[in-house]
Every structure is written in C-alpha cells, then in structure tokens.
C-alpha cells in the first residue's frame, strides 16, 4: 500500500512536472512570430518602379517598407522540428553553420535532391556528367569520393546563411526559393529583399522596337514574356534555422552602388553589328530598385550563455571599390557592437581587390535569365567588348593573371601588389564588441580539417597558398579559361578576447571549416557559381585540442 501511495505521488510529480514545462514551453511559443512578411508589389507597381520617372508617396514609403522589414517564419518549430543533436569528434556537442551564395536558386532541384536523397543524386548526376562528356562538353574535375561526405555535412547543419536568393522572379521559374528550401530542411527563415528586378528584360515589357527583322523581335518579345500574375521580382538574403527565430532586421547599406541608375552600354553602330549583338549588349544591364543590406537574426539557442546568437547574413558590392567595401563593413559592425551574446557573420563580400569579378557573358545570361540556349540558337556573340565581363581594364587583366588561391587577408597579392582588400579584415580584426570581446582570426593546425595555419583558417578553409577559392568562373579569353577567388568569408565572435589568442577560450570558436567545391562542381553545370561553407561551433570548450577531426 505504502508503495502504491509512493507510486501514485510520483506519478502525480511527474505529470506536474510536464505540465510545467509544457505550459512553459506553449508560453515561450508565443512570443515567435509565426509568418510574417510586407506587402508584395502587384506587377502593375512593379512596372512603375521601373520607370525613370519619380515615384508616388505611396509607392515609396512601400519600397522602403520592403527593403527594411525582414519576411520571418517560424512555422517549422510550430510543426515540431527542433535542432539535431549533432556530437563532433574531439568537439563534443556542436552547432554547424553553413553559407553559401546560391546563385538565385538557379539549380534549386538539385540542391533539394541531395538533401533529401543522397544516392539518388550521386546516380543523377554521375549519369548525366557520362551523357556530357560523350556529347564532347566538358565538365569540371571532382574528387567523387570526397561528395557523399560533403552532401552529410551540409545535412548535419543547423543555421544556413544564403545569398542570392530569389523569390518570384522568372529565371527561377517563380519559385519561393528560401520557402521551398527551408520546407525541405524543416527550419525556420527569414529573408531580407536587397533588390526588386525591375529591368525591363525581366518584367517582360520591353518591345524591342529597335529591332529592325520583325520575326526576330516578336521571337524576342516572347522569350521576355512573364506571367504577371505570379511575379514578384525579389531578390535578397537569407537565415534558416532549426532553432527558432526570436527577432529580425533588415539595414540597408547607406554607402555602394545605385542599380537603378545604371546606365545603357554605348552601343556600336548598326551599320557593323549584326542587331543580335546589341541584344547581347543590352542584356548585361541590370537595373534594380534597392541595394545592398544587412539582415540581422536573432536565435533562441539554449546551449549558449545568454540563450541567444546572432546571425548576420550579408552581400557586400561587387561594382564598387574596395573601400566602399570596408565602409559597409563598418556600417554593420556598427550594427552589432552592443551585441552580448555569439555572432556570426557570414556573406559574399566580393573580395576581388577590384571593382567587379571578371566573368563570362553565357555566366550572365544564365544568372539573369535562367537559360542560355535562346541566345545560343539566334546566334548572340560573346565577343562583343561589353561590361564586366570583358573590362580590359588593367585590373581586370591582372586578376586573370593572378595564381588561382590567393589571399585577400596578405599585405600583397601576386600579380596585384598591394592588397586593395586588407582594410576591409583589418577593420574587422581591430574591431571589439561593447564587451571587449573579438571576432576569431586564429589559424591553429589542430582546429583546421587538414593542419593549415594562418589567418582566420579555423573559420575559412585554407589551402597549401592562400584559401580554398569559393568563386570560379570560365573567361572567353582561350589562354586564361578559369579563375578562382576567395569571395565568401564567415567570422565568429565566441569568448575570445583577443582575435589571434591561441590560449584564449576555444568556446563556441571556429573548428574544421570547409569549403565544398567538389559537391558544387560534380553536376556538368556547377550548381553554383559559388561554393558551400560550414564551420563547427563547439558548445563546450574542447578539453582535448590535441587531436584534429577529418
């Protein structure tokens, strides 16, 4: 009996006990925003911000409204998706973020195919990469059994940072890129919109009267075509994560390029073109409304002191010069210095020491419009001396020239002597939080998948000279057919007080960091230009740093 009574009063402790935490827990839900978003512009409007013309009151306090409030959902920790226990080696409990420039979601089935169905992937694309090289086109070089253990990694992550992320544009068939990748991954999201593609290319409105065959331009007319009723024409950055979302912000940069302004390339004359090759010309612009921003989120991470770490996404300028580069990271250091709790900051930051990346008119094309065979069939020549891609500026021919890993973070790099880029790391290893805290720069052998040291090699992968490059692309120029760089970058600040302390606290510090480029390259075209980053982030200091985890 008296067992029985005893029974009886734990189990009535028991069932308090979880009520407790179940009510605490329903209370701690509510304070998660669930699905939330600013007011999308009808197509109509979208037209009207395409038009050199000054807008409406109303029209623009909708796009400031739009480039500064952050979409958030938290409808997957509704749904009871929760972080996965992930136990690294020589780490013990660790959290993994991954970042990676998506390239608009070009390739966006892929991506959801190797997260979902490894094998079935690995079989896809070994037959698909056999079709192209049977069919004489060449496809990149992979390590194929390296590919399996990078598809896994970027499984195990918890917080993924994209940019280039598209949501209802055509060259992406419409598509709610980070809804449809967050459903995949079963992980909250937020998104900030940089830019509304409101070229008239895009919108579909433009008619091409300067075309003189008629079947040419109603051909064109119909390639430029957009189904109205699903345009949105967004395109930004991006937070997922399986912790859930507390608070976001969206910071546009007051400093760097205005898209909008962007002006016509001076054609040659008509009279020694064909009219395909002005097509070709035209097609390099890219006139938006908005510019590059910030987006600031704030994560319930209950591993962590304080419970909280914040994530910064960010996609500094590529047509811009390198100090205007630092002065938007000094902006959004600014942002965050009163910061207590972790930080990591991760984006492209087009860290090419010139004021653009060189790169192919088929990459372009693809990246603006989803497709390169319309062009390819009528005949639209590369050659055509336009744009970034065939700037014969000095920069540019010095940069194809350079060794293909360099290193952003030296004094010098080969080829270019000084390093137009070391202002922008210097400003971020000199910065301290409110705390007196520091972003981690260390490069020790033992934190690092492979032994290299150096600079911030425990964040970012290095090589044997300089970094693993995270950015290729093809030039036209048959001598100098690629070129690699370092654009993508992520800092962590943890506990450390001094950036290169190697005896300072290694908790929540930067370990193992990779770069993926064979899982990029494996499909005959790359799933991006860019390729995936993770880095490991310890929840307890390591007390063995003597051993390295491969």
Known sequence: MVKQLRSQRWIRLLLFIGITLAVASYASAQDYVRDSEPKLFSYDELVQLSLDQPLSPELTEKLRVITTTPFINNEAYYAGSRPRPLNVKDLGPTLRVAFWNIERGLELDDIQLFLTDKDRFMTKVEAERKEAKEKGRSVRDVALEKIPQEIELLQAADVWILNEVDWGVKRTQYREVVRELANTLHMNWAYGVEFLEI??????????????????????????????????????????????????????????????????????????????????????????????TALFVDLDVPELSGQRLTIVATHLENRTKPKVRRQQMEQLLSEIRDVHNPVVVAGDLNTTGSNGTPTSVPNMLYKRY?????????????????????????????????????????????????????????????????????????????????????????????????????????????????????????????????????????????????????????????????SPMTVDLPFHDPSDRGKTSK
Request: glycine share 8%; no cysteine.
């Open 199 to 292: 070229d008239s290319k895009q919108l579909g409105t433009d008619t091409f009267d300067d075309k003189e065959n008629e079947q040419e331009r109603q051909q064109l007319i119909e390639q430029f075509s957009v189904d109205k009723d699903r345009v949105r024409a967004l395109h930004g950055n991006a937070v997922l994560s399986r912790y859930p979302i507390r608070d976001a912000r969206l910071i546009p940069f007051k400093v760097g390029y205005d898209w909008f302004k962007e002006t016509k390339i001076t054609p040659l004359e008509k009279a020694k073109r064909k009219a395909a090759l002005l097509v070709g010309e035209d097609l390099l612009q890219e006139t938006r409304r908005g510019g590059r």
């Open 370 to 530: 989803g497709t390169t065979d319309f062009w390819t069939t009528q005949g639209v020549q590369w050659a055509t001396g336009v744009g970034i891609a065939y700037s014969a500026t000095k920069g540019a021919l010095k940069l194809a020239g350079i060794q293909t890993r360099i290193d952003p973070t030296s004094a010098n790099i080969p080829g270019l002597s000084a390093n137009l880029e070391r202002g922008l790391f210097s400003t971020v290893e000199k910065f301290r939080f409110a705390d007196g805290k520091a972003f981690d720069f260390r490069g020790v052998p033992e934190q690092t998948v492979n032994g290299k040291s150096g600079t911030l090699a425990d964040s970012n992968q290095r090589l044997g000279k300089g970094f693993a490059p995270t950015f290729i692309t093809e030039f036209i120029w048959k001598k100098l057919r690629v070129a690699k760089f370092k654009l993508d970058w992520i800092f962590v600040k943890s506990e450390l007080d001094t950036p290169r302390d190697k005896k300072g606290s290694y908790l929540f510090a930067p370990h193992f960091a990779r770069t993926m480029t064979d899982l990029n390259n494996f499909t005959p075209e790359p799933i991006s230009d860019h």
